[in-house]
């Protein structure tokens, strides 16, 4: 789960990180309030949306004017005007994908001067299974070019979870980026803090880009990013209270909400299958057998024909769908709830598309028995190569 900049930002401040002041704008009609708390003489007009790149973005509609969703305003009165400007309107960055996202708030923030821009994440590796801080001297809006073009300018130090961090990570990194003097006790006090941030929020990512150099020698974190492990959640109310449902795909957020295990994809075979084991291997044999899912979808062991039928409405809601493989083993989960879920579903959604259902395990003979007594146009399959090949040469001919 995502947050907004604002909101990881009281989190940086609750946890002693540098960060500015600022106020968050949900109307236009507070904005001018908003930025008159702030001390001036320079603010900055933040869009807050779950993407990066906001300052290089573009807004769709002309009425946001020609600038992106970082604005710099040397008096209130400009500052409202701003943040009035961006509020209802689509931004477009490279990380949100052509249809752009809505801003529906705003930050308003005291504009810092900047002597250096640097790059600072903490991470979840995958492959050293650690913590990772991750660290560059060029760190700002162009640290995609950065990653691509040199990526010996980042460098990453990864943390042994036996021993936690030590002092020499905070000085590791503060070489790394290039400090001195002071600079290098305020490195390691924040590695520190974003540290124990990190894993007692139970994070995934956290990522302060740019992490400043003022012209007096201080650091700031003038952006940030944050995402959290959702399987975490259940012992963090107070992440889970800064959801912002507005920002997640709207797929993913009913299949949350319905306790399915949903991730969409970019294929075209929406499955629906039973268990993560063999959800994955559903998903290998459509590749194999020349075709890409849609989705990744677990409707788990217990499920109920409420749950299969909104499962299969999440999936056909999807327009990338051309065909669906229903892949199901029945153990705790019996095949014939499988196939009144999927009738049900059918009934009330309609089919447009070719539907291949493969059932095995508990109940079976029934449930093959309801699905050929539905008069439904069904596909049966006796198994998982046989499921694969007739939903890829359903939807590929
Ligand atoms: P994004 O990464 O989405 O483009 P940032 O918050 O990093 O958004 O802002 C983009 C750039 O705007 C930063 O690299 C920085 O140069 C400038 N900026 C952001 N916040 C401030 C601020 N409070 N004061 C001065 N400049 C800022
Ligand atoms: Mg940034």
Redo the contacts with the bound molecule.
């Keep these: 789960m995502n947050i907004h900049?604002y909101q990881a930002k009281r989190l940086l401040k609750e946890y002693g990180a540098p960060v500015?002041d600022g106020r968050v704008v949900l109307n236009a009609a507070d904005a001018k309030t908003a930025a008159g708390e702030l001390d001036g003489p320079?603010w900055?007009v933040?869009a807050q949306i779950h993407a990066?790149?906001?300052?290089?973005?573009t807004f769709k509609e002309a009425g946001a004017g020609e600038k992106g969703?970082?604005r710099?305003a040397k008096s209130v009165e400009e500052a409202a005007k701003e943040a009035n400007a961006m509020l209802g309107h689509t931004l477009v960055?490279h990380q949100t994908g052509p249809a752009g996202k809505q801003v529906n708030r705003i930050y308003i923030?005291?504009?810092?001067d900047?002597a250096r821009?640097l790059y600072l994440a903490l991470l979840v590796d995958r492959q050293s299974s650690r913590v990772s801080i991750v660290c560059s001297t060029e760190g700002?809006?162009d640290i995609e070019e950065v990653a691509e073009n040199t990526p010996d300018k980042i460098l990453s130090f990864s943390v042994d979870p036996a021993t936690g961090l030590q002092g020499f990570h905070g000085r590791r990194v503060a070489f790394a980026l290039g400090l001195e003097g002071k600079q290098i006790k305020q490195c390691s006090q924040l590695i520190q803090n974003l540290y124990r941030l990190f894993v007692e929020k139970d994070m995934e990512m956290l990522e302060i880009?740019?992490l400043i150099v003022t012209p007096a020698g201080d650091i700031k974190c003038?952006?940030c990013k944050a995402g959290f492990d959702g399987n975490a959640l259940y012992r963090h109310p107070d992440i889970v209270g800064l959801r912002d449902e507005t920002e997640e795909d709207p797929k993913e957020l009913a299949a949350s909400q319905h306790d399915l295990n949903y991730i969409a994809l970019d294929g075209e075979i929406g499955c629906m299958v039973n268990g993560a084991g063999l959800a994955m291997a559903t998903m290998d044999i459509i590749k194999l057998y020349g075709a890409e899912p849609a989705n990744f979808l677990d409707v788990g062991g217990g499920a109920t024909k409420e749950k299969v039928t909104e499962a299969f409405k999440i999936i056909t809601s999807d327009p990338n769908v051309k065909g669906i493989l229903v892949n199901i083993f029945g153990g705790i989960m019996r095949c014939d709830v499988i196939a009144e879920g999927v009738i049900a579903a059918v009934k009330d959604v309609g089919l447009t598309v070719p539907l291949v259902v493969r059932l095995e395990g508990t109940n079976v003979e029934l449930g093959k028995e309801i699905i050929k007594n539905s008069g439904l146009n069904v596909i049966a399959a006796d198994n998982l190569k046989d499921g694969a090949q007739k939903i890829v040469k359903a939807v590929k001919g």
């Design positions: 900049e500015s320079l900055v933040k990066g790149g906001r300052g290089k973005g969703g970082v710099l960055t923030e005291d504009g810092s900047i821009e700002g809006m880009n740019p003038l952006d």
